[in-house]
């Protein structure tokens, strides 16, 4: 099974919005680094990675959850563009 990386964050509130949403839809996740970021949160952020049967329906979930991503942030959405943290 290929994994694809479905958003990062060093946000600890983010890390634990995503995996609820992702576990309460049953969507099988690795959070790439997650024991590491409790160590030294601006090293590397949380990468959260999911199969890519279910990548689609991974960003549709995150699609209207605004996150804070902390000082690292990468979001793609489905067409490989950055999708950008609403201002205001």
Known sequence: MELKELV????????ALIKSLLDAEGI????????????RPLIEPVRFMVSEADLDRAQDLLRDVTLSFGV???FLDRDGLQNETPKG
Do not use: K, P
Request: negative net charge; glycine residues 4%.
């Open 8 to 15: 990062a964050t060093s946000n600890l509130a983010d890390i």
């Open 28 to 39: 099988v996740y690795l959070a790439q680094g997650e024991h590491f970021h409790a160590v």
């Open 72 to 74: 690292f942030a990468d």
